[in-house]
């Protein structure tokens, strides 16, 4: 850490490789000399790490820089940097120093590794850094990171994505997928294990299609060559794509005694017709298939998903298979959105977009389904005994919360407990939540 010249707070919108990548920022931030803060007010050096996924990702983003206006007019020595999914939008860089001209660093998602240069460009000069680079470079290794999700370590494997689902912002913003070097992986999560980080999870928009773009390696091999490493910990990965799971990759879930009996497998739709529409490139058949191979292996796994309602053109009887197949599978979780148009995606420009009414209509089917699910599949703990990995504490329910293999969350009393593994007996089922009394902690 360098000497002590400030404080920073970065404020992070999006999914689990943008908090990892504000990970990195932190990290260069205080290889600067500046202190973490929570607060805004507090910080001289703010850092909006933004997403653009959907359109209400940008709006708040949007909302919260526009709010420190006047906090930058009373602390004019005060540094705000942009950058992520949002900047990395043709034009978009432009645009917000337009709307926001006291920003001070504008950057991409290519360039996050620089940032350090941009923040010293900009203490030279008065002039804004506006610095989004088009294209992908290579994979920067060595980057710091300031981690603040202790004991989960996230582990980047590859980059950028090459699905171009047509609804999706991702390939745009973070252009083509690379795969970084398993040795590199390996020796991170080493590290990570050593520093006793109890849960590892490997990211990548597709970590299915991992090592496509490198010799002798692919996912299934990853899977067991982290595997292999000595320790007590547990391994999750995300997201996989239906398209690239298959037997071999199922096995070696399978067979790994680190792999956590749950998995994420965004379905988005239930419907053929819209699946092909957004160019998912499986069926509903194929998609089942997948869940059949999983619970062949692994007849307990807990599968959660993604579902978009609202696509184009999606009628109510595309909608009903979506209901349906959500019935089927039986999903232990799932995340539902609203089909959001993002401009330069083939989506944006296909005709029969749904009225804003329909959508929210038959997402509110979709949650209260999916709740019912969640509520019958928690009420089942009651009386059960798990293993949880303690994550955290919760201020307001003033209880420790921590998640067992199935990726189920529950809350319990205790006395520094995180990073643990501990025995809770499940007394009570509030949702997709649980609330237990603890019985044991692992040496
Ligand atoms: N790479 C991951 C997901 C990345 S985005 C995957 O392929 O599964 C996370 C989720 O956001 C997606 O699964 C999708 O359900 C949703 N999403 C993506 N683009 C969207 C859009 N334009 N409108 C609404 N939801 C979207
Ligand atoms: Fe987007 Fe599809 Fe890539 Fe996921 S796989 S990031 S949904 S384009
Ligand atoms: Fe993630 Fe949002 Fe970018 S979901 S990849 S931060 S557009």
Same mark, same amino acid.
């Given at each position: 850490m360098g000497d002590f010249i400030g404080k920073y707070c970065i404020v992070t919108y999006g999914c689990q490789m943008n908090l990892h990548e504000s990970e990195k920022l932190a990290g260069i931030l205080e290889g600067f000399g500046y202190r973490k803060t929570d607060c805004e007010n507090d910080a001289d050096i703010v850092v909006f790490n933004t997403c653009c996924i959907r359109e209400n990702a940008e709006k708040k983003a949007e909302g919260n820089i526009g709010a420190l206006k006047k906090l930058k007019r009373d602390k004019k020595n005060m540094i705000i940097a942009v950058g992520g999914c949002m900047t990395q939008q043709k034009g978009y860089a432009d645009k917000l120093v337009r709307e +926001?001209? !006291?920003?001070?660093i504008v950057f991409g998602t290519? $360039? #996050? =590794?620089n940032f350090a240069e941009f923040l010293l460009e900009k203490t030279e000069s008065k002039k804004h850094v506006v610095s989004v680079s088009e294209k992908e470079g290579a994979i920067v290794e060595g980057t710091p990171k300031s981690r603040s999700s202790f004991p989960n370590g996230w582990v980047n494997i590859t980059y950028g994505?090459? $699905? +171009?689902?047509? *609804?999706?912002i991702v390939p745009y913003v973070r252009g083509r997928e690379r795969s970084r070097e398993p040795e590199a992986i390996i020796k991170e999560c080493e590290e990570l294990i050593s520093a006793g980080y109890k849960e590892i999870t490997l990211l990548g928009q597709?970590? $299915?299609? *991992?090592?496509?773009? #490198? &010799? $002798?390696?692919d996912f299934a091999e990853l899977i067991k060559r982290v595997s292999a490493l000595k320790g007590d910990f547990r391994l999750r990965f995300m997201t996989n794509h239906p398209k690239d799971l298959n037997e071999n990759l199922v096995k070696a879930i399978a067979e790994s005694? &680190?792999?956590?009996?749950s998995i994420h497998l965004p379905v988005?739709?239930?419907s053929d017709r819209i699946l092909k529409l957004m160019n998912r490139h499986y069926t509903r058949a194929e998609y089942l298939d997948k869940i059949g191979l999983l619970r062949k292996y692994m007849p307990d796994i807990a599968i959660t998903t993604d579902i978009m309602v609202g !696509?184009?053109? =999606?009628?109510d009887e595309d909608f009903c298979d979506t209901m349906a197949l959500v019935k089927e599978v039986g999903f232990a979780g799932a995340f539902t959105f609203i089909y959001s148009p993002r401009s330069g995606t083939p989506a944006a420009k296909m005709s029969g977009q749904i009225t804003e009414d329909v959508a929210k209509d038959r997402i509110m089917k979709l949650i209260d389904l999916q709740n019912g699910i969640n509520r019958s599949q928690s009420s089942g703990y009651v009386g059960k005994e798990i293993e949880i990995l303690c994550e955290g504490f919760d201020e307001k329910k003033n209880k420790f919360l921590g998640r067992d293999t199935y990726g189920r969350m529950a809350y319990f009393n205790g006395d520094d407990l995180i990073g643990k593994f501990v025995n809770v007996k499940i007394t009570e089922a509030g949702g997709i939540s649980l609330y237990g009394e603890l019985v044991s902690v692992k040496d």
């Open positions: +926001f001209p !006291f920003i001070d290519h $360039n #996050l =590794e994505c090459n $699905n +171009f689902c047509t *609804y999706c597709n970590v $299915n299609s *991992y090592g496509q773009d #490198l &010799k $002798n390696v005694d &680190k792999t956590t009996r988005q739709a239930g !696509f184009p053109t =999606e009628s």
